[in-house]
C-alpha cells in the first residue's frame, strides 16, 4: 500500500533519524518527572516512527506517511526480515500516539515500571535501526533550514 507524504518533509533519511533521536532525548529527560509518562510514551512511539520512515527513505529511497508502527514495521520487514522482532513492541508503543496526548473517560495511566520497560525497549529498537543505517547522532549535523528563513 503506497501512502503520500508532505511536500515540506525531508527527503533526507538521516535528517528523520536525527529527530528520532531528539525524542528519544526528550523522553528521556521527561522521565524525571510521573507527571510527563504519558508525553515520555508519545516521544517514544515518535522516536520510533520516525526512525523507521528513516530506515525506509534508506531501503526505498520514498518517504512513507501515517503513524501506524506495525505498518511501518511490516514494511521494513519486506527489506529486512529482523524487523519482525520488534513487531510485537511496534504494536504496543503504537497505541501511544494517541492515548497518550488526550484526555479520555478511561485515562491512561503509566507507572514508572512501565514507562521505564517502554523506554528501555524503545531505545533497543532505536540502536538496531541506527546500526543498520550507520547512523551516528553524535557526529551528524542537521542541515535543514528552518521555516522562517524559507519564507524570506
Not at 61 to 82: F, I, S, T, V
Not at 108 to 128: G, H, K, Y
Amino acid at each position: 500500500m503506497s501512502r503520500g507524504y508532505r511536500d515540506n518533509d525531508s527527503k533526507r533519511y538521516f535528517d528523520w533519524l536525527y529527530y528520532a533521536h531528539i525524542d528519544l532525548l526528550a523522553a528521556n529527560e521527561l522521565m524525571e518527572q510521573p507527571l510527563c509518562y504519558n508525553t515520555v510514551a508519545f516521544h517514544c512511539q515518535q522516536a520510533i516512527e520516525k526512525a523507521i520512515k528513516g530506515y525506509l527513505l534508506y531501503r526505498r529511497h520514498r518517504l512513507y506517511d501515517g503513524h501506524n508502527l506495525p505498518w511501518l514495521c511490516k514494511q521494513a520487514m519486506q527489506e529486512d526480515p529482523h524487523f519482525g522482532q520488534w513487531l510485537d513492541r511496534a504494536s504496543m508503543l503504537n497505541r501511544f500516539y494517541i492515548e497518550a496526548r488526550y484526555p479520555a473517560d478511561f485515562l491512561l495511566r503509566l507507572d514508572q515500571e512501565t514507562i521505564m520497560r517502554v523506554l528501555t525497549e524503545t531505545a533497543e529498537m532505536s540502536r538496531f535501526i541506527m546500526k543498520l543505517v550507520h547512523f551516528d547522532f553524535a557526529s551528524y549535523r542537521y542541515t535543514g533550514t528552518p521555516a522562517r528563513e524559507q519564507e524570506e
